[in-house]
């Protein structure tokens, strides 16, 4: 099995702040790496794919890079719209990563 | 417009079975594999498994693997999961979500809660 291990699990900042979230593989998973972020009572919605590829109606503060082992998400400028929590999944052979609560500061 | 509408709540006895559905429209249901996640507060997300409509292909996750059985309607764009005999332990929310062309996970179902009390 191929571990992810996400980080931090939770993250307090302010609006305008930049953001990084880091996902780690037990081992490499050359870009199969996407990101979510789930809402209070919503389902996750994708963010990132192939792990720097922006989903279509995604805003363009929200980047993705890595590859390999070690990947980050980045808000480049924290909205009142990102508190949510995201979510790291590897689908070289499928597992979760166990997500970041992006709080208000 | 892709949409994946889930069945309603349930609260179900330890023991007892239970099917709960996910039914696809606005794309060619039997082309794209349908995933199930399970969500939990203390576990987070987790992938069960997936299903290609198309021919009822399934691979489970290790965790999951004889515990559910997932099965699919390619007449009516449904996939399902079922249990045969729930544990309180399988109290959690379920999400079905469909697996695009190099996206995984693209368009996600409402939910679907399943209560099994003790």
């Known amino acids: 099995d191929i571990h992810v291990t996400q980080s931090p699990s939770t993250l307090s900042a302010s609006l305008g702040d930049r953001v990084t979230i880091t996902c780690r593989a037990s081992q490499s998973i050359s870009i199969w790496l996407a990101w979510y972020q789930q809402k209070p009572g919503m389902a996750p919605k994708l963010l990132i794919y192939?792990?720097?590829n922006l989903q279509s109606g995604v805003p363009s503060r929200f980047s993705g890079s890595g590859s390999g082992t070690e990947f980050t998400l980045t808000i480049s400028s924290l909205q009142p719209d990102d508190f949510a929590t995201y979510y790291c999944?590897?689908?070289?052979?499928?597992?979760f990563g166990q997500g970041t609560k992006v709080e208000i500061k | 417009e892709v949409r994946l509408v889930q069945s309603g709540a349930e609260v179900k006895q330890p023991g007892e079975s239970l099917r709960i559905s996910c039914q696809g429209s606005g794309y060619r249901f039997n082309t794209y594999w349908i995933a199930w996640v399970r969500q939990t507060p203390g576990k987070g997300l987790e992938w069960m498994g997936i299903i290609y409509p198309g021919d009822s292909e399934t691979r489970y996750s290790p965790s999951f693997q004889g515990q559910v059985t997932f099965s699919a309607d390619k007449f009516i764009d449904t996939a399902y999961l079922h249990w045969s005999s729930l544990k309180t332990s399988d109290t959690a929310m379920y999400y079905c979500a469909r697996n695009g062309d190099d996206k995984p996970f693209d368009s996600w179902g409402q939910g679907t809660l399943v209560s099994v009390p003790s």
């Open positions: 192939k792990a720097s």
């Open positions: 999944l590897q689908y070289y052979t499928w597992a």
